[in-house]
């Protein structure tokens, strides 16, 4: 495993430490054309031989760095401004993704994958992650949308889905809280969500907009508890 976290550590200082704002810049501006593509691509290579300090991986830094600059290159002719966090995280993950599959295939780890899809846990977890998520996203949102609509005129407008995404990230932290046996996390997590919340109730001075408030939160915590306790519950059954 040591080695999958040195090839993960080569890409993650040639991405986002010693790559220049103007070299990304320029990349942007004049894509295949810029030097600095095939530059960046080079670093990541030699910094796959730094890394695991034995050059008879030379064959694995080129794959790095030829794969690397093809991936960069996808990304620069497909990236637009209105599609950049996508295509940002998509880079991310097909590196990833790329470095994972060339570990596997230079040095045969024991993965033992099928176990992997028989162990109950992981299954317990992945279906609780998604209620946690997406599912009581649209529970959450049918229960309050008698509210949402009576206070349509109080609230304010937002970015887009970002209350539906502070959800899910505020029950996914509950979960990971409870599974963890760090129940003082969840008394933190509330207090630093009341204090961000105080400023907007105090201005409103709006007493069903601070009910609709502690509503919502409190049915968002409440299905948090209930699904780590209840999973808690099931591994040990299993």
Not at 83 to 93: E, H, I
Not at 96 to 101: A, M, Q
Not at 119 to 142: C, H, K, P, Q
Not at 187 to 203: C, M, N, P, T, Y
């Amino acid at each position: 495993m040591i080695i999958i976290i040195k090839l993960l550590l080569a890409h993650f200082i040639g991405d986002f430490i010693i790559q220049p704002n103007a070299w990304v810049a320029e990349k942007e501006r004049i894509k295949a054309k810029s030097l600095k593509l095939y530059l960046h691509g080079l670093i990541h290579g030699l910094l796959v031989l730094l890394v695991l300090w034995d050059l008879s991986y030379w064959f694995l830094a080129l794959l790095v760095m030829v794969s690397h600059i093809i991936i960069d290159s996808i990304k620069l002719y497909a990236q637009k401004d209105s599609n950049r966090p996508g295509w940002f995280l998509t880079d991310q993950v097909l590196h990833i993704i790329t470095i994972f599959v060339l570990w596997i295939l230079f040095f045969k780890p024991d993965l033992n994958i099928i176990s992997w899809f028989e162990n109950s846990d992981i299954w317990i977890y992945a279906s609780a992650i998604v209620f946690l998520t997406y599912v009581s996203a649209i529970l959450i949102r049918e229960l309050m949308s008698k509210w949402t609509e009576a206070l349509s005129d109080s609230i304010e407008e937002s970015l887009s889905n970002a209350g539906k995404y502070i959800g899910m990230l505020e029950r996914l932290l509950v979960f990971i809280f409870i599974v963890s046996g760090h129940w003082e996390g969840i008394g933190f997590l509330l207090a630093a969500k009341s204090v961000f919340r105080f400023g907007d109730l105090k201005e409103s001075k709006d007493r069903k907009l601070t009910e609709y408030i502690l509503i919502g939160t409190l049915v968002s915590f409440s299905i948090a508890l209930a699904v780590g306790l209840l999973v808690m519950e099931l591994i040990k059954l299993v």
